[in-house]
């Protein structure tokens, strides 16, 4: 069974940084796209940042220049960094990834989320 844990989340005052981790684990053929979601408190949940098997980015347009995805494919690691946070980027941000099973399924999988407060 595939599982996604993520973990560095935590209080930071406006302006500081946070490195989000994702680790895949399970039985895994290949990781297609992965990305990672927020959502605040009475919001949708939002696509923040994904990232391809070809190393292709895509960026909400209010964390551009602030945040930087990328993936370490050997570790079955995908990373949020952060940067110059903002009271508004509050929420548990969630990982996702679209992974080719033992049975050759491309399937989604999410992460239990972890909780990100930036103070003002």
């Known amino acids: 069974q595939v599982r996604l844990v993520e973990s560095g989340g935590g209080l930071v005052q406006a302006g500081g940084s946070l490195r989000l981790s994702c680790a895949a684990s399970?039985?895994?053929?290949?990781?297609?796209?992965m990305a990672w979601y927020r959502q605040a408190p009475g919001k949708q949940r939002e696509l923040v940042a994904s990232?391809?098997?070809?190393?292709?980015?895509n960026y909400v347009d209010s964390v551009k220049g602030r945040f930087t995805i990328s993936r370490d494919n050997a570790r079955n690691t995908v990373y949020l960094q952060m940067n110059s946070l903002k009271p508004d980027d509050t929420a548990v941000y969630y990982c996702?990834?679209?992974?080719?099973?033992?049975?050759?399924?491309?399937?989604?999988?999410w992460g239990q989320g972890t909780q990100v407060t930036v103070s003002s």
């Open positions: 990232i391809t098997g070809g190393d292709s980015t």
């Open positions: 399970g039985i895994i053929r290949r990781i297609n796209v």
């Open positions: 996702n990834s679209n992974i080719r099973d033992l049975n050759f399924r491309d399937l989604d999988y």
